[in-house]
């Protein structure tokens, strides 16, 4: 599959907020059957208050999003995962065609497949990702393609700082019709660093389709890179501050989102959450905490375009799905 237009192209763009909220909270595949792309050319709410107004289901089209909340009211805790495989989440994100259905994946060695949950934590729908293994699936993006819309699989962690290289995964995001089990060979798009390899465990889409990726340093920083039109090296863009200097563990980066009008960046550690102005992403602003809800190793986090706040759900058995809404 394409990409429209020649690149993944965000229908809904808004002005960044002019003032982040600042409130504290309480942390290349190639084998038979795959697409493989030698370099990437891009030429809380249940299921009764989900507001179905906000979505057009004739065209699969999300509405205009509104941004990043200016004021974030405290998570609420919805639905626990159901099923006790899914124990290593490490990525998530909000349908843009499937009204009140998150999309997610396991972490390294898991199945190479995306799970559909519902907002209750249950599980509508397999999409199995053929042709490849999940070596270290970290994150997860959507964006509107050719196709309608495409999610967007991070094979980029590297706990061993030892692949020589990583990959992002393209598949078409599937119109839900009550069928179980799914699957769809991806376009794979290998790349590697400009200089040593890095661990990394945040992926999110510019508006223009470019990929960015957020690495998981040990010093309380994380390094973003962005993968251009046309190329297999990444490209450095700016570092940026994930804690304070004696921390560790808890400054870790372990999933990025990016606002739909690529203004904003979300970015989770273990112990905190951030919004980043990423307007020039060579400059970003300094990170501002957002509340949110603290979670043993939680390793996932998603802007929701369609209702605004985000989603964020921990690894480990039965975790609990958390939605962060905007405030009155």
Request: net charge negative.
């Amino acid at each position: 599959m394409g990409y429209a237009g020649g690149v993944l192209l965000f229908l809904a763009c808004v002005a960044p907020p002019s003032d982040l909220n600042a409130e504290t909270g309480g942390d290349s595949v190639d084998s038979d059957g795959v697409d493989t792309v030698d370099t990437f050319d891009t030429d809380t709410v249940d299921s009764d208050t989900f507001d179905s107004d906000t979505f057009d289901s004739d065209t699969g089209v999300a509405p205009a999003s509104t941004g990043p909340c200016a004021a974030y009211a405290p998570a609420v805790a919805m639905g626990d995962v159901q099923d006790p495989a899914l124990d290593e989440l490490s990525g998530l994100a909000v349908s843009r065609q499937n009204p009140g259905v998150l999309w997610t994946h396991e972490d390294s060695g898991g199945a190479a497949d995306l799970y559909a949950l519902d907002v209750t934590g249950a599980t509508v729908a397999t999409l199995h990702v053929e042709g490849v293994e999940n070596e270290d699936w970290e994150d997860l993006a959507i964006g509107p393609c050719d196709a309608g819309w495409c999610l967007v699989i991070g094979d980029i962690g590297d706990r061993g700082t030892d692949r020589a290289s990583f990959s992002v995964l393209v598949v078409e995001e599937p119109l839900l019709d009550g069928t179980a089990d799914l699957s769809a060979v991806p376009e794979v798009y290998p790349y590697t660093y400009p200089g040593a390899p890095e661990d990394a465990e945040g992926l999110a889409l510019l508006p223009d389709g470019t990929p960015l990726v957020v690495t998981k340093r040990e010093d309380a920083t994380a390094g973003i890179y962005q993968l251009p039109m046309g190329a297999s090296v990444l490209e450095r863009l700016s570092d940026v501050p994930t804690g304070t200097p004696d921390e560790d563990l808890t400054a870790r980066a372990t999933a990025a989102d990016l606002s739909t009008d690529g203004g904003t960046l979300l970015l989770r550690t273990y112990f905190h959450l951030y919004e980043i102005d990423l307007r020039d992403p060579v400059a970003p602003g300094a990170p501002a905490a957002v509340p949110f809800a603290l979670e043993l190793q939680g390793e996932a986090v998603a802007y929701d375009p369609l209702q605004g706040g985000f989603w964020q759900v921990a690894e480990g058995i039965g975790p609990t799905l958390q939605y962060t809404g905007c405030a009155p």
